[in-house]
Nanobody, 128 residues
Framework: QSQLVESGGGLVQSGGSLRLSCEIS????????IGWFRQAPGKEREGISC????????YYANSVKGRYTVSRDNAKNTAYLQMKSLKPEDTGVYFC????????????WGTGTEFGSWGQGTQVTVSS
């Protein structure tokens, strides 16, 4: 069964850290780009980060640059999103997604349209 499963979300105080994981099964992980997205209540989905298939190229939304770090371990079929200095505005459901058609992140990665499969999401809540 092909699926992406996020984990690691939770409740954290402002300034705290969390590490999200995205376990991937049934997809060619080592040739696929991975994206991270979030959706806050009442807001549109926002592209957070994208990482190329080999991990050498990473991209971030301006809102998280310098605070978030994306990585992957293809041997474990897992991608990670390390989040530091969290703010209340980081609250939302975080999703990972996989782009199996290519291993690179396009200039439009933040729209999410190039990612064909998505996880169910994990809730991140940052209290002030």
């Amino acid at each position: 069964q092909s699926q992406l499963v996020e984990s690691g979300g939770g409740l954290v105080q402002s300034g705290g850290s969390l590490r999200l994981s995205c376990e991937i099964s049934g997809f060619p992980t080592d040739t696929s780009a991975i994206g991270w997205f979030r959706q806050a209540p009442g807001k549109e989905r926002e592209g957070i980060s994208c990482i190329s298939s080999g991990g050498s190229n990473t991209y971030y939304a301006n809102s998280v640059k310098g605070r978030y770090t994306v990585s992957r371990d293809n041997a474990k079929n897992t991608a990670y999103l390390q989040m530091k200095s969290l703010k209340p505005e980081d609250t939302g459901v975080y999703f990972c997604a996989i782009k199996t058609l290519a291993g690179w992140c396009s200039t439009d990665w933040g729209t999410g349209t190039e990612f064909g499969s998505w996880g169910q999401g994990t809730q991140v809540t940052v209290s002030s």
